[in-house]
């Protein structure tokens, strides 16, 4: 009963916008369902999953403005909660009621797999895509076509706690070894009972779940990738690859400077740093909101994640960037003014208007250093943008292949397959699942 308030009230949120924009207008009508008529306005719907508790909200001066720059189009918003979020759009599209534009993670290529993605290229300028990395626009291409443009950035960085590395006289780490070095000076047993209480780093399983993306960024660092070049295996299993898992499985099973799976429950991780009892943690950067909020006299700082022996300088410090773009129906009926909205939101003074109210980043590094130049915190974010790895962009990656790779970092990290083998065993599993 919980789950289902907190699903309406999500929903409702993204009505109560959508009736701004839309007078009367019911779901369904956008778009999608016919022709607009010449001289008359022309309604487009947009949907997205929220970023945070009111999301509505924090697009409410967004939209304000895009009314006002552009009358002759009416806007639908709605808030698409994550937890129905496949089921929901897969069903629309599926039926051919889909929104006009729509807010794409990495799973994008599942709906141009159906045929369901506009190829944007006929919209795109040198100067749109100049904006990005060549890494994050690729990230929006599959199997030729262009599908999402990019919109915003997640960069993950290494949050500290001030008073614990001064305490001990430990400079920021900024490679491999001094991380390690670091690490081992701030693990202790304070009270003397035998058991460590203060952790020195923590790989980011706050959630209280495994993601790959806790042993994904020392893998890169170290010279590995997901996928090898021709995409038909993995592409760690290798020396550069092993190398990274065995890194970063030492911090914790080895060097036990960072606790181990079970430790603790999602609950009391977060606590952890929160309380002083964790000197650095890797996470997104949007976590520095939450320190602040659940522990506001906290005096914390956070820095790029220690460069590995990657000789690409920018993948030596290589980090997981969750992105997004906005992405256009194929099945759209009003295809050039829902490029017109993309178009308004990806220019830095709109786009940033929602971003920086919820301590996100711009896809561009550029405009990401712009909006947050004076920001202790997202200006390391907005600094380690280029050096984000992408996710692969196939449509079995999220349903086949994550998986596989998530099993592979349990097992190495409970200790019941060594590195070497938990590898190998993962690659045979992928090689069969990307041959098909």
């Known amino acids: 009963m919980k789950a289902m308030k907190t699903l309406v009230s999500i929903l409702l949120a993204g009505a109560l916008t959508a009736s701004v924009f839309s ?7 956008g778009g999608t369902s016919g022709d607009a008529k010449s001289g008359e306005t022309t309604k487009i719907t947009f949907w997205k999953a929220p970023h945070a508790s009111n999301e509505a909200e924090l697009w409410q001066p967004v939209f304000d403005k895009f009314a006002e720059e552009h009358p002759e189009i009416e806007l639908e918003f709605l808030v698409t909660p994550w937890e129905s979020w496949n089921e929901k759009y897969s069903a629309a599209f599926a039926g051919g009621t889909p929104p006009d534009v729509s807010y794409m993670t990495e799973g994008f290529p599942n709906f141009v797999a159906a045929g369901q993605l506009e190829d944007l290229t006929p919209y795109i300028t040198d100067e749109l895509k100049d904006k990005y990395t060549d890494a994050l626009w690729s990230s929006g291409e599959y199997d030729g076509v262009m599908a999402r443009v990019p919109f915003l950035n997640l960069t993950s960085i290494v949050f500290y706690n001030k008073a614990l590395l001064e305490a001990d006289g430990v400079e920021i780490p900024q490679t491999w070894d001094e991380l390690l070095a670091a690490a ?42 997901f996928l090898n070049e021709d995409e038909t295996a993995l592409g760690f299993n290798n020396e550069e690859g092993i190398r990274g898992l065995r890194f970063v499985t030492d911090l914790m099973v080895k060097y036990k400077v960072a606790p181990a799976l079970d430790d603790y429950s999602a609950e009391e991780a977060q606590q952890l740093f929160y309380n002083g009892k964790v000197a650095m943690f890797a ?19 956070a820095f790029q994640m220690p460069a590995g022996p990657n000789p690409d300088e920018a993948m030596s410090r290589a980090n997981y960037g969750g992105n997004g ?22 220019l830095e003074e709109n786009g940033a208007i ?43 990656w999220f349903s086949q292949v994550d998986p ?33």
């Open 283 to 301: 996470d997104q950067c949007q976590a520095g909101s939450a320190i602040k909020t659940n522990a506001p006299d906290l005096d914390f700082g």
């Open 325 to 346: 773009g906005l992405s256009i129906a194929s099945a759209s009926k009003v295809k050039d003014q829902a490029w017109t909205l993309i178009e308004f939101l990806t």
């Open 404 to 436: 596989v790779i998530k099993l592979m970092i349990e097992e190495i990290l409970r200790g019941t397959k060594d590195v070497e083998t938990a590898v190998a065993d993962a690659d045979a599993q992928v090689k069969e699942i990307l041959a098909q």
């Open 184 to 225: 081992q000076t701030l693990t202790k047993d304070t009270d003397g009972d035998g058991k460590t209480d203060q952790w020195g780093y923590f790989l980011n399983h706050f959630t209280g779940e495994i993601s790959i993306h806790q042993t994904a960024p020392y893998i890169y660092q170290s010279g590995g990738t």
């Open 354 to 396: 929602y971003l920086k109210a919820n301590n996100m980043l711009d896809a561009s590094a550029e405009v990401s250093k712009e909006m947050w130049g004076d920001d202790e915190i997202m200006s390391v974010a907005a600094d380690a943008v280029p050096s984000a790895y992408p996710v692969p962009t196939d449509p079995r």
């Open 23 to 29: 007078g009367c207008g019911k779901e369904g009508e």
